[in-house]
């Protein structure tokens, strides 16, 4: 099974030999003449065992080999075993760990150098106002429609540009603009951007950003129009106030003098922001809060106040692929009472307003929010998640079929391997018993869903109980004469001798039940989770 290749940063090799990936030589010279003496193959006569002993030694051998070299240690630790068996031309005269390193790292600023001059991102919105009240009145449904484009491109390390441009109907009457922004990064403190628009704001401007510690940055801005030549200044002061939340104060001088002060908060599970501006004949203050429910659903709270502006907004979103969302957000105010669909695919936004009613009518306003939310959840409960749950089982069952062959011979690999390993397992396990010590009872490794059921998972042969494998023998064997087991942090577990990847391309989880004493524990950690038994936190 050749998965070591595909995931670089796996760490099997210090899997097999259970040791730490900070381990020094000396700990890997006595962890290798451990595993010797259990897979040396002149220990054995019977020629299948001989043979298991001496597939496994070689395993054995090739990662002490490996791990004892300074250079090949050095590249597997960075790229792992493609590093090794990819003929990465390093050539002959670097012999030393520095030069070798030194290599790797001109190696990889190349690929990101490439990287970067061929990255090109591209962000657009299409806004499409629609309008029921105009619609019924014979005037068409269309209110209004706005188009806008951008394409940015990091030329060199530290120089990006940016084009974009934009276009606006509403009613009878339309325009449009284009705009050019070419940043600069003077140090890895501050940046300077030179920018330019044409159209309905035709102008020039500047703009300098400096971080002035590890907590604060300020912007200074001047832009001039190309049509009265008024000049408009703009300073922006940003500070991390704790370790999810920043502040900000904005002041524009000119022809909109303004002064707004806002913050956001960015947690795991959740988001706000709010802002208050205040300018020479208008003022307003927004709000919003938006949680996650979990990695795919999302809420979402806002609220507009101001001197042309009074609306509440409140609804939801759904990640529905990789790179698409969509949100529906019911809104009610001064402008009436709206339906707002949002469909984001990447840099792409489709935004579709719609206008139900410009009278506040109590009744109306019921209707127009139940209604949609109970159509979401009863699509959701009999129509998507019923969809959404019979693809994820058919990509699941279609790995399964493309990876068996592999999986099947990593299993018989796996069990070979535990066939050695049982004797002293065993031996292991007993004088734990007669001590009262750690004692594993039951352990499996694989699939993250299938491991939740487990319990039936023991008793059926199904598709999802072939993505477990039973590990009770390699932990009971790994245990050591003090009643510990440790299973390092950052190293794949399936890594280790006598387990294997039984669901290549799934999360996985290993889960033990064992015994100390006269106490039942059990755990679950993830592939890649350090475990350590016995702990008080785990008895059940």
Same mark, same amino acid.
């Given at each position: 099974?050749?998965?070591?290749?595909?995931?670089?940063?796996?760490?099997?090799?210090?899997?097999?030999?259970?040791?730490?990936?900070?381990?020094?030589? /000396?700990?890997?010279?006595?962890?290798?003449?451990?595993?010797?003496?259990?897979?040396?193959?002149?220990?054995?006569?019977? @020629?299948?065992?001989?043979?298991?002993?001496?597939?496994? *030694?070689?395993?054995?051998?090739?990662?002490?080999?490996?791990?004892?070299?300074?250079?090949?240690?050095?590249?597997?630790?960075?790229?792992?075993?493609?590093?090794?068996?990819?003929?990465?031309?390093?050539?002959?005269?670097?012999?030393?760990?520095?030069?070798?390193?030194?290599?790797?790292?001109?190696?990889?600023?190349?690929?990101?150098?490439?990287?970067?001059?061929?990255?090109?991102?591209?962000?657009?919105?299409?806004?499409?106002?629609?309008?029921?009240?105009?619609?019924?009145?014979?005037?068409?449904?269309?209110?209004?429609?706005?188009?806008?484009?951008?394409?940015?491109?990091?030329?060199?390390?530290?120089?990006?540009?940016?084009?974009?441009?934009?276009?606006?109907?509403?009613?009878?009457?339309?325009?449009?603009?284009?705009?050019?922004?070419?940043?600069?990064?003077?140090?890895?403190?501050?940046?300077?951007?030179?920018?330019?628009?044409?159209?309905?704001?035709?102008?020039?401007?500047?703009?300098?950003?400096?971080?002035?510690?590890?907590?604060?940055?300020?912007?200074?801005?001047?832009?001039?129009?190309?049509?009265?030549?008024?000049?408009?200044?703009?300073?922006?002061?940003?500070?991390?106030?704790?370790?999810?939340?920043?502040?900000?104060?904005?002041?524009?001088?000119?022809?909109?003098?303004?002064?707004?002060?806002?913050?956001?908060?960015?947690? /795991?599970?959740?988001?706000?922001?709010?802002?208050?501006?205040?300018?020479?004949?208008?003022?307003?203050?927004?709000?919003?809060?938006?949680?996650?429910?979990?990695?795919?659903?999302?809420?979402?709270?806002?609220?507009?106040?101001?001197?042309?502006?009074?609306? *509440?907004?409140?609804?939801?979103?759904?990640?529905?692929?990789?790179?698409?969302?969509?949100?529906?957000?019911?809104?009610?105010?001064?402008?009436?009472?709206?339906?707002?669909? !949002?469909?984001?695919?990447?840099?792409?936004?489709?935004?579709?307003?719609?206008?139900?009613?410009?009278?506040?009518?109590?009744?109306?306003?019921?209707?127009?929010?139940?209604?949609?939310?109970?159509?979401?959840?009863?699509?959701?409960?009999?129509?998507?998640?019923?969809?959404?749950?019979?693809?994820?089982?058919?990509?699941?069952?279609?790995?399964?079929?493309?990876?068996? @062959?592999?999986?099947?011979?990593?299993?018989?690999?796996?069990?070979?391997?535990?066939?050695?390993?049982?004797?002293?397992?065993?031996?292991?396990?007993?004088?734990?018993?007669?001590?009262?010590?750690?004692?594993?009872?039951?352990?499996?490794?694989?699939?993250?869903?299938?491991? *939740?059921?487990?319990?039936?998972?023991?008793?059926? !042969?199904?598709?999802?109980?072939?993505?477990?494998?039973?590990?009770?023998?390699?932990?009971?064997?790994?245990?050591?004469?003090?009643?510990?087991?440790?299973?390092?942090?950052?190293?794949?577990?399936?890594?280790?001798?006598? *387990?294997?990847?039984?669901?290549?391309?799934?999360?996985?989880?290993?889960?033990?039940?064992?015994?100390?004493?006269?106490?039942?524990? !059990?755990?679950?950690?993830?592939?890649?989770?350090?475990?350590?038994?016995?702990?008080?936190?785990?008895?059940?």
């Amino acid at each position: 099974m050749k998965e070591r290749n595909e995931e670089p940063n796996s760490r099997e090799l210090y899997a097999l030999l259970h040791i730490s990936p900070e381990a020094s030589d /000396e700990e890997i010279r006595r962890a290798y003449r451990q595993w010797a003496q259990v897979y040396h193959p002149d220990k054995y006569q019977a @020629s299948q065992m001989k043979e298991i002993a001496t597939e496994n *030694f070689q395993r054995i051998c090739e990662a002490y080999e490996i791990l004892t070299d300074e250079n090949k240690r050095l590249i597997y630790d960075i790229y792992g075993m493609e590093g090794l068996t990819s003929g990465l031309e390093l050539g002959p005269r670097l012999n030393k760990v520095e030069e070798i390193k030194e290599e790797l790292e001109r190696l990889k600023r190349q690929r990101d150098h490439e990287k970067l001059s061929a990255h090109v991102r591209t962000s657009g919105s299409i806004l499409a106002n629609l309008s029921l009240p105009e619609f019924l009145d014979g005037d068409g449904i269309m209110k209004g429609m706005a188009m806008a484009s951008e394409v940015q491109s990091q030329i060199s390390k530290s120089n990006s540009i940016a084009i974009g441009g934009n276009l606006a109907v509403k009613g009878y009457s339309g325009g449009g603009g284009a705009t050019a922004v070419f940043r600069h990064q003077l140090s890895p403190v501050s940046s300077v951007e030179l920018m330019g628009s044409l159209g309905l704001q035709s102008l020039l401007g500047i703009q300098t950003s400096r971080q002035l510690s590890i907590h604060s940055t300020a912007t200074a801005g001047v832009t001039m129009s190309l049509k009265d030549g008024s000049l408009n200044l703009s300073n922006t002061w940003t500070r991390q106030l704790s370790e999810t939340t920043n502040g900000n104060i904005q002041l524009a001088l000119g022809s909109e003098s303004s002064i707004g002060v806002g913050w956001r908060k960015k947690a /795991e599970k959740m988001s706000a922001s709010g802002e208050l501006k205040l300018g020479a004949s208008s003022f307003g203050a927004t709000a919003q809060y938006t949680h996650r429910f979990s990695s795919k659903s999302h809420g979402r709270v806002a609220g507009t106040v101001g001197s042309g502006a009074l609306a *509440f907004e409140i609804g939801g979103g759904r990640k529905i692929s990789k790179f698409s969302t969509i949100r529906m957000l019911y809104s009610i105010g001064i402008q009436g009472i709206l339906w707002k669909f !949002e469909l984001h695919r990447g840099g792409q936004k489709l935004i579709v307003p719609i206008l139900l009613s410009d009278d506040l009518n109590l009744l109306f306003a019921a209707g127009a929010f139940v209604f949609p939310v109970s159509l979401y959840f009863t699509l959701k409960n009999f129509v998507l998640k019923p969809y959404y749950l019979r693809r994820e089982k058919e990509k699941a069952l279609e790995n399964v079929e493309k990876t068996r @062959s592999q999986v099947q011979e990593a299993r018989a690999a796996a069990q070979k391997a535990q066939q050695l390993l049982q004797n002293v397992a065993d031996r292991k396990r007993n004088k734990q018993l007669e001590r009262d010590g750690l004692v594993v009872r039951k352990a499996f490794y694989g699939n993250r869903k299938a491991m *939740f059921d487990r319990h039936k998972l023991e008793e059926t !042969e199904d598709e999802m109980a072939s993505q477990i494998i039973n590990v009770t023998v390699p932990l009971n064997f790994l245990v050591n004469d003090s009643g510990q087991l440790k299973l390092h942090e950052g190293v794949k577990k399936s890594g280790i001798m006598g *387990f294997c990847d039984p669901c290549p391309g799934e999360p996985k989880l290993l889960y033990v039940e064992y015994t100390y004493g006269v106490s039942r524990y !059990e755990v679950v950690v993830d592939d890649y989770e350090e475990l350590l038994i016995p702990q008080e936190r785990h008895k059940v």
